[in-house]
């Protein structure tokens, strides 16, 4: 039988171990990884006065981030975008694909040996990574200047400016109340959510549609919820939900987008 072989990804060994022989005893490459870390760290300094969480966190970020990207977020802020009451189930999964950086982009299949990682969009020839799909491409440009003039709008101040954290994961959001952050949140996550989609139909359809089509169709799928909303909802709770974005007339309501 053939022998295992090591193999160095991002300057850690993972170890592709034999059955030809026991092998238990042979540290992980991980673990590996950690006693070299441990060991360098010990050469710099005294770690016997640091304690076990301050080790521990400097090890594990070491070690992470020599074979994972960095494109991924956590922390409370993170999950309450994500479990925002405003949300449907598909918006909060897509939230916390994007957030693990869960979403299969072409970077991603690269990554797997699967393609060439470059954005499936006409005319785009970077590599198609998270941040690319819902805000460094070019196409998305659009999306985000409406979403801007919308947040001026709503919070009657135009010193805030979208940002690549708060588009991917709602982190430093505008200061203004909680039906406005509310109505921001579901609108950015239908920005997404269309352009995932819509992605998506480019890959395996091979049909994309112009970004000002797509725009047209997040503004519906925002009016469609809100329409939704008015004839169930008592006024008072339909008025903390959505009062910001919306004027009712002749008992209609009027989505003002």
């Given at each position: 039988?053939?022998?295992?072989?090591?193999?160095?990804?991002?300057?850690?060994?993972?170890?592709?171990?034999?059955?030809?022989e026991p092998h238990s005893w042979r540290p992980t490459g991980a673990y590996s990884q950690m006693r070299e870390t441990l060991r360098i760290m010990s050469t710099v300094g005294d770690v016997s006065q640091s304690s076990a969480r301050d080790l521990y966190r400097a090890v594990f970020d070491e070690l992470v981030g020599q074979v994972q990207s960095n494109h991924f977020a956590s922390g409370p802020e993170v999950w309450r975008v994500v479990h925002s009451r405003s949300l449907d189930y598909r918006r909060r999964d897509l939230l916390w694909r994007i957030a693990h950086d869960a979403i299969v982009t072409n970077l991603k299949r690269l990554r797997w040996r699967l393609g060439d990682g470059i954005c499936p969009r006409t005319r785009c020839t970077k590599w198609e990574s998270v941040s690319h799909v819902f805000w460094q491409c070019d196409y998305v440009a659009l999306f985000w200047e409406w979403f801007q003039v919308l947040t001026d709008r709503l919070t009657l101040c135009n010193t805030w400016a979208v940002s690549q954290d708060y588009a991917l994961y709602g982190l430093s959001p505008p200061q203004c109340n909680t039906s406005v952050q509310d109505i921001l949140t579901f609108v950015s996550a239908s920005i997404k959510l269309a352009l995932w989609r819509d992605r998506c139909n480019i890959v395996f359809r091979g049909v994309g549609r112009p970004a000002d089509v797509i725009l047209a169709s997040v503004r519906a799928e925002v009016k469609l919820r809100v329409e939704s909303d008015f004839v169930p909802l008592p006024r008072s709770a339909f008025g903390r939900r959505w009062g910001p974005l919306v004027s009712v007339r002749a008992d209609r309501v009027v989505v003002n987008l």
């Open positions: 039988m053939v022998r295992g072989t090591e193999l160095v990804r991002r300057g850690v060994v993972y170890q592709d171990l034999s059955n030809s």
